[in-house]
């Protein structure tokens, strides 16, 4: 069992602050007040308020903190892209088969004939579907991957095909005739 003195210094020493002040336990026998529930935090500012609210369910009080949402604002993202909904294939596959490739198809420089054809090939893709600057729709917090956001989808795919179920599942009514709930 730690020593309150004890505590208190290894509070301190970690820098850490008790954001609650208020009584958080009613000793029932002694009908006396403490203040046993601590909310510790390094950073006192990003907290609005805090307090605590008693209850009848237990001797100890509900203890609660408020953030202050940060207030800072992210640049909108620009990504440059190709809009592809507006390519003709056909007009794009006559270009691509009628331009002259022989200089790439002579050449024995397999570098240069790999630079050659990105070129040409981009060239021709310009035509048809010029690159373009785009807008994020919104801007995704760095720790969000890809993978998360598959997992997300996965676990939501089941849950909207469980409420269709239950949507459509039929169910007896008192006239015995099968009926959508």
């Known amino acids: 069992m730690i020593k309150k003195t004890k505590y208190i210094e290894i509070i301190k020493r970690l820098g850490l ?6 009584v958080t336990h009613i000793k029932q026998l002694e009908l006396g007040f403490s203040l046993i529930d601590h909310y510790l935090t390094t950073n006192t500012e990003v907290y609005s308020n805090s307090d605590t609210l008693p209850t009848n369910a237990s001797d100890h009080f509900y ?19 190709r809009a592809y909904s507006r390519l003709d294939e056909t007009k794009f596959k006559e270009d691509i088969a009628n331009n002259n490739w022989t200089n790439i198809m002579e050449s024995h420089d397999s570098d240069g004939v790999w630079e050659l054809f990105c070129t040409q090939f981009l060239e021709i893709l310009h035509r048809h579907s010029p690159t373009k600057v785009f807008n994020t729709r919104r801007d995704r917090q760095p720790w969000v991957c890809t993978i998360y956001l598959e997992c997300q989808r996965a676990q939501r795919t089941p849950e909207k095909s469980y ?10 009514s008192q006239n015995s005739e099968k009926s959508h709930c």
């Open 17 to 22: 602050t008790n954001i609650i002040n208020e």
């Open 163 to 172: 409420k269709i179920q239950l949507s459509t599942r039929p169910c007896q």
């Open 63 to 81: 203890v609660y903190a408020n953030r202050k949402k940060p207030k800072t604002k992210h640049p909108k993202s620009k990504v440059r892209g």
